[in-house]
């Protein structure tokens, strides 16, 4: 446990400072609740699984389900979502919520007139309001708040208190860079110690590469994928004229327990990302990048 706990029973003003919280959790349920005009209705038929969603106001007259496939979240940075459910959320194993765009957990509200249950290993965002039961079950993660009237379980659980915990999409420096720039990417504190890896694609390339333990851009060889844990972590490489222009996109991926290839299904372990152009100041009469072991002229290509 890291921070403070609170209960009724202690030293004033704590209390008093409790009953003052419940409220205005109550007032925060109440409001999410009480949202009319939805964007959208029964979105999904109640199971919202592998879809991406954009900001709005989402309502069910059901419960509402995400399968391990997981959702996508769309949008800016003050997008905000707000998702009605009139009876249970239920969030099955190893499902993650991941967030793209610049989307924040904290503008990501789940109002659930039922109960909350998110199963083993999810990676979970945003503020749940509860009127009954949240239940964390083991390893999972939560970027967020987790606010019930009634209980919440944990068990060997993370959750960010802290509802302004940057969200899972990498950061770069900048969204432009030339030859002779330093590009640097932040990525997101990982406090339990989970296998994330950080890919970028490259302009004339359909392979995903990969960042290296040294600080290099690689194809995947089973060997030197970046690892880290605990804080975040920046990476910084400098843009040179073997960068091809273009648009380039960093993702991080999170793979599962006992995946040891992020090739396998990137389409279900991406996190989050993010994307950045280079704008050679000299362009070069041919491009090298490059790849283990070799070099590989691409100006063929």
């Not at 904290?106 to 109002?111: E, P, V, Y």
């Not at 945003?126 to 009127?131: D, R």
């Amino acid at each position: 446990m890291t921070g403070k706990i609170y209960a009724s029973n202690y030293a004033p003003p704590t209390p008093a400072n409790m009953t003052t919280a419940i409220s205005d959790m109550e007032t925060a349920y109440t409001d999410a609740a009480g949202r009319t005009l939805p964007d959208f209705t029964e979105y999904g038929a109640g199971d919202i699984s592998g879809m991406t969603l954009v900001p709005g106001l989402y309502k069910w007259g059901t419960g509402l389900l995400i399968t391990s496939v997981g959702v996508i979240l769309s949008g800016s940075p003050n997008d905000v979502w707000i998702f009605q459910i009139a009876e249970d959320l239920i969030v099955n194993n190893s499902a993650i919520i991941t967030l793209s765009g610049g989307a924040q957990a904290k503008n990501i509200f789940w109002q659930v007139s039922g109960q909350a249950t998110l199963g083993t290993s999810v990676q979970f965002k945003g503020i749940i309001l509860s009127k009954k039961l949240i239940s964390l079950n083991t390893g999972t993660e939560m970027n967020g708040r987790a606010l019930a009237q009634t209980t919440v379980t944990l068990d060997s659980n993370t959750v960010f208190s802290n509802a302004d915990t940057p969200g899972t999409a990498p950061i770069v420096s900048e969204t432009n860079y030339i030859n002779g720039d330093i590009l640097r990417v932040t990525l997101p504190p990982n406090y339990l110690n989970q296998q994330r890896f950080v890919a970028i694609t490259i302009p004339g390339f359909e392979e995903l590469f990969f960042i290296t333990t040294l600080n290099e851009i690689s194809l995947f060889d089973g060997q030197n994928l970046l690892r880290w844990a605990g804080q975040e972590k920046v990476i910084e490489l400098e843009v040179t004229s073997d960068f091809p222009e273009g648009e380039y996109t960093v993702y991080l991926f999170q793979l599962p327990a006992g995946v040891d290839n992020p090739l396998e299904q990137t389409d279900l372990w991406e996190l989050g990302s993010t994307t950045f152009k280079i704008n050679a100041s000299i362009k070069p009469d041919t491009v090298k990048y490059r790849l283990p072991e070799k070099y590989f002229d691409i100006s063929s290509f």
